[in-house]
């Protein structure tokens, strides 16, 4: 039985009730505005999966909420258009993944050949999702 308390992995997201994911400690603090950076490292987080909700984290309490715009970065889930960053540690675009296909790269080694993706190391504190 969970209590408050307890950790899980699987809490919903209090405003569209879609299953969160865990984040990285890290994570949160490292990509909320400043003025927010102190609550975020007050209790753990998780990220909010639904394309359509304006929430990105939530805390294990569900009352501290960061909405896209408490945020340094879009979320490429929850933003569309080819300048949306997908590869955040390396500057790669989905319109740079998109071009890379057209140009011929068909396997992900290619696309990520083709455009750099996953060469950063940095997902931790620079992707949204915390990998």
């Not at 999966?49 to 945020?71: A, D, K, M």
């Amino acid at each position: 039985m969970y209590c408050n308390n307890s950790t899980r992995d699987d809490l919903r997201c209090p405003r569209c009730g879609a299953v969160g994911r865990k984040v990285p400690a890290e994570t949160v603090p490292a990509l909320v505005l400043p003025a927010y950076r102190q609550l975020a490292r007050s209790e753990s987080f998780f990220l909010c999966r639904s394309s359509h909700c304006p929430i990105v984290y939530f805390g294990e309490n569900r009352q501290t909420q960061f909405s896209r715009h408490s945020v340094s970065v879009p979320v490429w889930f929850k933003e569309t258009g080819d300048d949306v960053l997908i590869c955040y540690c390396s500057g790669v675009t989905r319109g740079d993944i998109r071009r890379s296909v057209l140009q011929g790269a068909r396997t992900p080694a290619e696309v990520k050949k083709a455009t750099g993706a996953g060469d950063g190391g940095q997902c931790l504190t620079k992707n949204p999702a915390g990998a």
